[in-house]
């Protein structure tokens, strides 16, 4: 069975969540146009934005397998994320709604 983590990007400092929405918007329309293997392996993104202290969230379940190329985009492309517990696993079936949106591929 395909293993999960969540991945939890952070906005940056007083980044509205509009503004952050846009970021991630480019930034999985270009993992969709440049890299679709790795893009097919995030397989669900929260249904709501979170807020850590004042800062904007996001989180997404990704296969385990494509944590680093996903980690090498998200670095070049200036989105942080908090460290990532590769033990910490799920399956796809606890992403499930309301709380998760699964992807179409």
Same mark, same amino acid.
């Given at each position: ?36 293997? @790795? ?5 669900? /993104? $929260? +249904?709501?934005? !979170? ?35 590769? @033990? ?5 079936? /606890? $992403? +499930?709604?309301? !709380? ?6």
């Amino acid at each position: 069975m395909t293993e999960y983590v969540c991945v939890t990007l952070l906005a940056e400092p007083l980044e509205s969540e509009s503004a952050f929405k846009a970021r991630l918007t480019s930034f999985w329309t270009h993992m969709l146009r440049n890299k679709p293997d @790795d893009y097919e392996r995030v397989y669900a /993104e $929260a +249904t709501r934005f !979170d807020l850590v202290g004042s800062c904007v969230t996001r989180q997404y379940m990704v296969q385990v397998d494509a944590l680093d190329a996903l980690s090498i985009e998200l670095g070049a492309k200036g989105i942080a994320f908090s460290p990532v517990d590769v @033990d910490d696993t799920y399956t796809k079936y /606890e $992403a +499930t709604s309301p !709380d998760w949106f699964q992807l179409e591929h």
